[in-house]
Each structure stands twice: as structure tokens, then as C-alpha cells.
């Protein structure tokens, strides 16, 4: 995750991510609760070179959390599929999570689920061109 979506974690009390190791990248260190000293870790490099040194440690499954962070590793070709969740709140104003990427994306549909309290989430895979077999 950025460091913006990091601090936005802390503020909310209870950390949701339990025993699960996060990898905050940013340009400069970050201040890690003591309690949190066993999971959480600071890197400051490219994200390809994130996933190659994760990669090397046996990691093959990475969660990507943060606009910014998102959009870098979009731009780098290192995501596969993304989840989209999507709130029933039209909001007025604030940060866009998909602001300016290097080039279009295009996504083909996996599975969407739609919750009790109105969320719905979708499930695509990130693909170089548009599946010209569909209407």
C-alpha cells in the first residue's frame, strides 16, 4: 500500500489487516507502531522491483491498496486482475483512484457480487486489448 492509504489505516484504531504482512512503499520512512513492527514494512523502490524482491522471498499473490500505489503498478503492467467495490454513495468532490495512467487499461468481466448493504463488487482481468468476441 502508499503511504497516504497507510496513514489512513492507522487512523482507524483497530488495524484490519490482522497478522498479514504489508509492505508500505514510499519515497521516505515511515513510523511503524511497535505493535505492528512484525508485519509491517517500509520500501522505498520501483514497484517492479517490489515484486521482484517479493517474488524472491515466495510471494505470488499480491494486494495492491492505495490510488496512487495502483496506478504505478498499473502503469508498470504488474496487475493482473483488480477488484472494483463500488459504495451507493455519489460523492461531490475528492481523490480519484484511477487519476492518469500511461495509457487506457482495458478489463475483461470476471464475476460481479452484490452485498446486503448495497455494495457491489466486480472482478476483472487486466488485459492488453479490449475481447473483441464480445458484444
Known amino acids: 500500500m502508499g503511504r497516504n492509504t497507510y496513514d489512513a489505516v492507522l487512523g482507524f484504531g483497530q488495524w484490519p489487516y490482522g497478522c498479514k ?3 508500505v512503499l514510499n519515497g521516505r520512512p515511515i513510523k511503524i507502531p511497535h ?3 512484525r508485519t509491517v514494512e517500509w520500501r522505498s523502490c520501483s514497484p517492479a522491483a ?3 524482491e517479493l517474488s ?3 510471494v505470488d499473490h499480491l ?3 492505495g490510488g496512487k500505489t495502483i496506478q504505478s503498478f498499473l502503469n508498470g ?3 493482473q486482475e483488480i477488484i472494483i467495490t463500488e459504495i451507493p454513495i455519489l460523492i461531490g468532490s475528492g481523490i480519484p483512484l484511477f487519476g492518469p495512467l500511461s495509457t487506457d487499461t482495458h ?3 470476471i464475476e460481479t457480487r452484490s452485498f446486503e448493504n448495497d455494495f457491489v ?3 476483472y482481468r487486466v488485459t492488453d486489448l479490449p475481447d473483441q468476441t464480445d458484444p
Do not use: M, W
Request: charged share 25%; hydrophobic share 40%.
Open 50 to 52: 517490489l515484486v521482484d
Open 107 to 109: 478489463l475483461a468481466h
Open 77 to 79: 503492467g504488474l496487475i
Open 56 to 58: 524472491d522471498s515466495g
Open 35 to 37: 505493535d505492528l513492527t
Open 21 to 23: 504482512r504489508v509492505v
Open 121 to 123: 463488487q466486480s472482478k
Open 63 to 65: 494486494y495492491i491498496d
